[in-house]
Structures are given as structure tokens and as C-alpha cells.
């Protein structure tokens, strides 16, 4: 699989499964494979099959998620996937990062900064974070939150010529009377 050699891990997985090994990751591993194929079908079947086997394991979740997200079914991705996934690890970045590509392509701004939020509870120094949550703010004109998001950048990384140019973005339409 590592390989990307498809065909070959499908058999892989196939095997283990006639040879009784960890059923729960031969199925998730099988279901990656199926989904990498194009078997769509497939691999949500196996990856079924992992959820049953391994109900307290935030992988098989994130593989729904996944597939669920590039086939553009964004409700399911977040709903069957990576909410289950963040659910069951609450710390998991990963998880929090792929609903934000959820919360965008769906045009949810508050769910998108509840993302942003979790990402930055477990990494308060992502920069990435605070940038995207900084501009979400902006667009939804909360001013003095983005603010907030890129001073915190700045202290991060205070050479950020970006951050900088965005600040004085910002600070130009609190001092403008008409954004109200």
C-alpha cells in the first residue's frame, strides 16, 4: 500500500483476513486500497467492517471521512467522518484540520472558526490557524478577533511582512466608520 501498489494491497489484506490477523486493520487497510481503486463501494463496506471491529479507534472514521470528502459529500465527510474521528480524540489536530476543508467548502464560517479554535486549544502556536481563523474573522467583520488572531502570529513570528500588511488592513477599517 505504502508503495501504492493497489491491486497487490487488496490481495495483501485479503490474505490477512484468511489468516484471522487483526481483522479491524485488515479491513481498514483493505478499505484505503478498495477507495484508492476507484471501488468506492467497496471500501466503504470494508472500512464498515473496521468501524464494527475497532468502535473506539478514530482511524476508520477519518478514512470515511476522506472518502466521503472526495467524493463531495461534505455532510457525510463531516457527520460519518471526521466528526466521529475528533469525537473519539478530541486532540486530534488531523481531524480538526480536515473539517476545516469541510467548513469552507460548505461556506460555514462559525463552524469554521470552531475548527480553527480547536486546532489552536491543541497547538496555540500554529500559525496556519490563527492566519485562517485571522481572515474569517476579517471577512465576517469581526474586526477586533482578527486582530486579535494576528497579534498573536506576530508574537509568533514577528518578521511576518504578511501579518503585517493584514494588521494595518484591519486596523484601517476599525478607524473606518462606514463597516458598521
Known amino acids: 500500500e505504502r508503495l501504492e501498489q493497489f491491486d497487490e494491497a487488496e490481495e495483501a489484506y485479503l490474505i490477512a483476513l484468511d489468516l484471522e490477523c487483526d481483522r479491524g486493520m485488515a479491513f481498514l487497510g483493505l478499505g484505503r486500497s478498495q477507495f484508492k481503486l476507484s471501488r468506492v463501494k467497496d471500501a466503504l463496506k470494508s472500512i464498515e467492517k473496521s468501524i464494527a471491529l475497532m468502535a473506539n479507534d478514530y482511524r476508520p472514521h477519518m478514512i470515511r471521512g476522506d472518502i466521503y470528502f472526495n467524493l463531495g459529500d461534505y455532510e457525510r465527510a463531516d457527520s460519518k467522518g471526521y466528526s466521529k474521528a475528533v469525537n473519539l480524540r478530541p486532540d486530534l489536530k488531523a481531524g480538526w484540520r480536515k473539517l476545516t476543508k469541510v467548513y469552507k467548502s460548505q461556506d460555514r464560517q462559525e463552524l469554521l472558526i470552531m475548527a480553527l479554535s480547536r486546532i489552536l486549544e491543541i497547538d496555540s502556536n500554529d500559525e496556519r490557524a490563527l492566519w485562517e481563523r485571522a481572515q474569517v474573522h476579517f471577512d465576517t467583520k469581526k474586526f477586533g478577533d482578527a486582530i486579535g488572531d494576528i497579534h498573536k502570529l506576530l508574537a509568533i513570528n514577528p518578521g511576518n511582512?504578511?501579518?503585517?500588511?493584514?494588521?494595518?488592513?484591519?486596523?484601517?477599517?476599525?478607524d473606518d466608520k462606514d463597516w458598521e
Open 161 to 174: 511582512q504578511k501579518a503585517r500588511k493584514f494588521k494595518a488592513q484591519i486596523l484601517e477599517k476599525i
